[in-house]
């Protein structure tokens, strides 16, 4: 399944790297930038999320925040957030549910690893829809951060 412009965004409740429970419905009312990941402390995963802490301006204010999603275990997403002074939450997917509601799921990943999040991002508009999505099949490969930042202005 892979979702488009306009659908309804999957509903969500995970923990996040302070082991508390966040759900999309937190976010009611805010644009949301989703990421996804594979996994915390790869190189490409690193720079992806530094890309957004040092944006964070134009993801976190008063009508947009952001949360990045791997199926790291919280313990490892917040030592991860600590060493790289990451300014946003992130979510522990462990048992894949949201992962494979977005459609943003290796089955099949590197070195025999199954059911590691793909590098994808999504923004949800402050009524809970879709207004873009993006799942990279290839996870060498950064979102595009253009994109996403030109779909945020036409929501302001």
Known sequence: MSLKIGDKAPAFKLVDSDKKEV????????????HFFPAAFTGV????????????SLYH??????VAISVDLPFT???????QNLNFT?????????????????????????????RSAFVIDKEGMIQYAEVLENAGEL??????????????
């Open 61 to 66: 204010n008063d009508s947009c925040e952001v």
């Open 90 to 118: 992130l979510l522990s997917d462990f048992n894949k549910e949201a992962s494979r509601a977005y459609g943003a799921i290796y089955e099949d990943w590197i070195l025999g690893l199954k059911g590691v999040s793909k």
């Open 45 to 56: 995963c690193t720079t992806q999320l530094c890309t957004v802490r040092d944006a964070i």
């Open 143 to 156: 979102p595009n951060f253009e994109a996403i930042n030109q779909t945020l202005l036409n929501l302001a």
């Open 23 to 34: 759900s999309l419905s937190d976010f009611s009312g805010k644009n949301l930038i989703v």
């Open 77 to 83: 997403l917040g030592k991860f957030k600590e060493l």
